[in-house]
């Protein structure tokens, strides 16, 4: 690159709409650095104050012939991180029967024997982070390259260079750095100088803003390698995606009824209007059979484990509902839905109330293939099959978080299974999604197909499986009654993948639709039924406590950053700076 000395790099910044923060000018490039490099520090001092869950889904791949690269071996980890000690991380699911915390190091510590590489899920976690030392420009060299949006926000783009015998686990790569707080949003490459038997992975690190006063945290780290050697003659083709969430899950404690205004009455008002008198012997099994459900359902959001209501639940209510009315059934109390947050592939009823995981929502093809899941748990309902009311007993709830999967225990025998798939086609035939199943015969086909190879993703924690060694569990007739299952055949879409339909909030843990476009497969490439793809959010910002009000989501925009230098105007967009 040309040496000018004499030129000036100036970013000016201005925040629209924030009156009351005076816009800093005529900061020279060095000063950008040691803004984002005091930002970065601020980062890693704040992650003291949370504690989210980290999930992490690994597929290694194999080369098809039609197919490209499909998945033959996966892993699955559920972690909750730990700041308050470095950076580590206790496992739920993945790491054994037992609870283990495991620190991070620079190194990964993904490792390998002679004949298979062994994941650990710390490994993994590093990607949040861009150098647990010390990230400055005495151990990093900065290269500015453009202004780039991501999203509705403006960044800084600079490549990012560990300087010579600044020491182990540094990072290489690219960072994105939104330009009014100076903030790393998004950073992407590799960590360079692995000791022996120890291997860096690359990796896509996305943050997103959060919370009231506007924070960006870790939400969505992409990992791939396509030619890793380990060992003397093996190599392995793998990809990942780790998700974060939780990060605000003192509000599923209610902690803030303590301090809400509350205005008393001189009279007793009830909690629900209908209820008026004392409760029938029938009425009030009911009543204790809702017990048991809503005890569960507050201890699993409390754990971070259970989405909030929302719009999503409400989709999946009018599904119920559709079902329901047009059988002729009335069930009393209402049935519900609640979305499970974790990937593994799985639904379950626990007495009304019915949960289906985020994974399988994602992986659906078709309404018709979701109303066939959903139909299987109304069959449980129908027909009554034994509630578990122990749960009504408030203390038998007091467990740690890392207890959910050992404590709770939604499994049903193998009668049940089967009388409840009967029921189902009988509810089906006479629905709305009558003749249009043939996509949900599908999806359980495709899948029966790939559970040989992704065993932890077909595992179901807290209910049944769907499928296991190549065989279809669930909904058997549906699957007979399906059309063949061609997977080289581009318009035929039997399953999605994963992340395909809906998008979690890492601050409040609430699922909602993506409203993304839906994009057709050209080749039976692109179909990639239940596989990991990367992550590319549509970045936005929230305004701060202490800006102008605005809904949740809002964008605040910001004024261009005007970058200006002495060179000609072919060099304008990367401007010549002086090599360090």
């Known amino acids: 690159m040309r040496v000018l000395k004499t030129a000036v790099v100036v970013l000016t910044l201005a925040v629209a709409g924030l009156a009351q923060t005076a816009p800093e000018k005529n900061l020279k490039l060095d000063q950008v650095i040691d803004r984002v490099v005091q930002q970065e520090a601020a980062f890693m001092d704040s992650l003291h104050d949370y504690s989210p869950l980290v999930e992490t889904y690994i597929q290694e791949m194999r080369p098809d012939r039609e197919l490209g690269m499909v998945p033959q071996r996966d892993e699955y980890f559920l972690a909750k991180a730990d700041f308050t000690d470095g950076i580590r991380d206790r496992v739920f699911i993945g790491a054994g029967t037992e609870p283990q915390h495991h620190h991070l190091s620079f190194i990964s510590k993904s490792f390998s024997n002679a004949f298979t590489m062994k994941y650990a899920e710390a ?7 861009l150098d647990t030392g010390k990230f400055d420009q005495s151990h990093y060299k900065f290269d500015f390259l453009r202004r780039e949006f991501l999203g509705d926000v403006r960044c ?10 600044s020491g182990q ?36 690190s996305w943050r997103v803003t ?21 060992g003397a003659f093996n190599r392995v083709y793998f990809k990942a995606q780790t998700r974060l969430w939780g990060y605000n899950l003192k509000s599923a404690n209610r902690q803030d009824e303590m301090t809400s205004v509350l205005v008393e009455s001189p009279n007793a008002i009830a909690d629900h209007a209908e209820q008026t008198q004392d409760r029938g012997p029938l009425e009030a099994l009911h009543y204790w059979q809702r ?45 519900r839905c609640r979305v499970l947050l974790t990937a593994p592939l799985e639904s379950f009823t626990m007495a009304h109330t019915i949960v289906i995981s985020r994974g399988l929502i994602d992986t659906l093809p078709d309404e018709a293939s979701l109303a066939m899941i959903l139909a299987h748990e109304l069959g449980h309902v129908v027909l009554g099959h034994a509630i578990d009311t122990r749960w009504a007993f408030s203390d038998r709830m007091i467990f740690s978080d890392y207890e959910a999967f050992s404590r709770l225990d939604f499994h049903r025998t193998a009668a049940e299974e089967q009388a409840a798939d009967e029921k189902a086609v009988q509810l089906l035939q006479k629905s709305p999604y009558a ?18 190879d992704l065993p932890n993703l077909v595992t179901a924690h807290l209910g049944n499986r769907l499928a296991l060694g190549n065989q279809v569990i669930r909904m058997q007739t549906v699957a007979a009654s399906a059309p063949e299952l061609k997977l080289t055949q581009a318009d035929q879409i039997s399953a999605l993948p994963l992340g395909a339909r809906l998008k979690l909030d890492p601050w409040t843990d609430r699922v909602e639709m ?44 910001a004024a261009p950053a005007a970058v200006s230098t ?7 967009e990367k401007p010549p700076v002086e090599d360090r």
């Open 514 to 557: 993506m409203k993304s476009k839906p994009v057709s497969a050209t080749s039976a490439r692109e179909k990639m039924p239940f596989e990991v793809t990367p992550f590319a959010p549509f970045l936005t910002r929230r305004p701060s406590a202490s800006g102008m009000p605005a809904s949740e989501g809002a964008t605040a925009q």
């Open 291 to 335: 017990q048991s459900e809503d005890n569960v359902i507050d201890r699993m959001e409390r754990a971070g484990l259970l989405a909030p209501r929302g719009d999503v639940e409400k989709v999946l209510d009018t599904v119920v509902s559709n079902i329901l009315v047009t059988n002729n059934i009335d069930i009393q109390p209402e049935v």
């Open 566 to 572: 002495a060179a000609p105007a072919a060099d304008a």
């Open 156 to 165: 800084i783009v600079f490549d990012v260079t560990p300087r010579k015998g």
């Open 123 to 129: 490994g993994f976690l590093q990607g949040i982070i």
């Open 169 to 204: 686990g540094r990072f290489l790569g690219r960072i994105w750095v939104e330009d009014q707080g100076y903030h790393v949003v998004r950073f992407s490459g590799v960590r360079v100088s692995a000791s022996r038997f120890h291997y860096y992975f690359h990796f896509d």
């Open 435 to 452: 003749g249009k199943l043939a996509e949900g015969g599908l999806f359980l086909r495709v899948l029966a197909a790939r559970s040989k």
């Open 210 to 230: 959060m919370g009231p006063n506007g924070l960006w945290l870790p939400a969505y780290v992409y990992t791939e390698e396509n030619d890793l050697q380990y």
